[in-house]
């Protein structure tokens, strides 16, 4: 089996592995210089001034923030609760109403089933009622003169 390597190919991947621990330690070293930069000696007094103005309106943003936070979470829970309680309320109301629906119609139905067996069975015999007979006189009706 003959296999040429290709001396060209391996020299640039050393090269490259070579850059790339390089590149690590670049950046290491300026990750260490921004941990150990102080922007307060950099800056004038009034600059200071701002940043510590700034810095003391963002911890009360902050705080503002956490606090409508906290106030909607309890007022969301509130009305879970409430949601909920409803709902078990509501339930329970509709299955009364349901069972009592459900025992009328059967009442109904008996009822009804009651009476058609009766209707069917028997059925009275009318007799044709005899008429009686009207009289037919008339009274007059008084003339009167004057």
Do not use: C, G
């Not at 109403?97 to 459900?102: G, H, K, P, T, V």
């Not at 139905?109 to 015999?125: D, E, I, Y």
Request: proline share 2%; no cysteine; net charge positive.
């Amino acid at each position: 089996m003959n296999t040429q390597v290709n001396w060209q190919k391996v020299r640039s991947e050393f090269q490259r592995l070579a850059n790339v621990e390089q590149l690590k330690n670049e950046v290491a070293r300026l990750s260490q210089e921004v941990r150990k930069f102080d922007i307060n000696s950099v800056l004038s007094p009034s600059a200071k001034s701002k940043v510590k103005l700034f810095e003391k309106k963002y911890s009360e943003l902050l705080r503002t923030v956490h606090q409508t936070q906290r106030q909607m979470d309890r007022e969301l829970a509130r009305f879970v609760r409430e949601v909920s309680s409803q709902k078990t309320e509501l339930s329970k109301t509709l299955k009364q109403q349901r069972s009592r629906l459900e025992k009328l119609s059967s009442d109904v139905q008996k009822r009804f089933a009651s009476l058609s067996k009766s209707a069917t069975k028997s059925k009275p015999k009318r007799t044709p009622k005899k008429s009686k007979a009207k009289s037919t006189r008339r009274t007059k009706k008084s003339t009167s003169t004057t």
